[in-house]
């Protein structure tokens, strides 16, 4: 089955800075790989995500690239503030059910 | 947030006990997932159902069981509870217009201590 891998664990930034956290997988067939948030004690929520069809995305300071070519893919968080801290999760799936394999996650940390 | 709500929110049980969790969703999406996240291993996929009665094995299936015998419920079960399964366990839902890559939504959360 997929197998996504995502590094690093712990990142910590000054606030300003940008971060970055990169995510692999293994399933070619992957299509679908959706990024998402989750502060303490909260449910994961999706930040941004990308399909297949295209390299990149954009939402404001957030953006997402995809190499099919080398299966990886990544988060890429602009500007970044106090209230970006929190772990961060990658996820692909091959469209089978919709269903998701998961990164083990990267906790940021945004410091003043 | 969607509509999904899962219940209890907290539990402690001993081992060898039954435990139901339940997942209700006020979204009628078509697919409905159980996750358990533990710290190091991310969110791991248990069982998901993609229609009423209609349930398949995730990566993490083996001492639970499922069932959905309503749109709206989704019902996680510890036949018998044991410590390893001490967890944080999340309902998430996914539209029905399509079967592939729609995005998935989780509900709350419910944290299970097993002693």
């Known amino acids: 089955g997929e197998n996504v891998e995502q590094h690093p664990s712990t990142l910590s930034v000054q606030e300003g800075d940008s971060a970055v956290i990169k995510c692999t997988y293994s399933?070619?067939?992957?299509?679908?790989f959706p990024w998402y948030k989750q502060e303490l004690g909260k449910r994961p929520q999706l930040i941004i995500d990308i399909r297949s069809n295209v390299g990149e995305k954009k939402d404001q300071r957030i953006a997402v690239t995809l190499n099919k070519t080398a299966k990886h893919f990544s988060l890429h968080i602009t500007e970044t503030q106090p209230e970006d801290s929190a772990v961060y999760f990658c996820?692909?799936?091959?469209?089978?059910?919709?269903?998701?394999?998961f990164g083990t996650g990267t906790r940021l940390q945004v410091t003043l | 947030d969607a509509g999904i709500t899962q219940s209890p929110r907290h539990k402690v049980t001993e081992t060898g006990t039954p435990v139901t969790l339940r997942c209700h969703q006020t979204?009628?999406?078509?697919?409905m997932y159980w996750y358990r996240q533990d710290p190091g291993h991310g969110l791991r996929l248990i069982h998901y159902s993609y229609g009423v009665k209609d349930t398949d094995k995730g990566e993490v299936s083996d001492g639970y069981s499922v069932s959905r015998s309503k749109t709206e419920d989704f019902l996680l079960t510890l036949e018998s509870a044991t410590s390893s399964q001490t967890s944080v366990y999340f309902c998430?839902?996914?539209?029905?217009?399509?079967?592939?890559?729609?995005?998935?939504?989780f509900g709350p959360g419910t944290r299970l201590t097993v002693l």
């Open positions: 996820a692909a799936s091959t469209g089978t059910a919709s269903k998701l394999t």
């Open positions: 979204e009628n999406h078509r697919y």
């Open positions: 998430a839902i996914s539209e029905s217009s399509r079967a592939s890559t729609d995005t998935q939504y």
């Open positions: 399933d070619s067939a992957s299509n679908y």
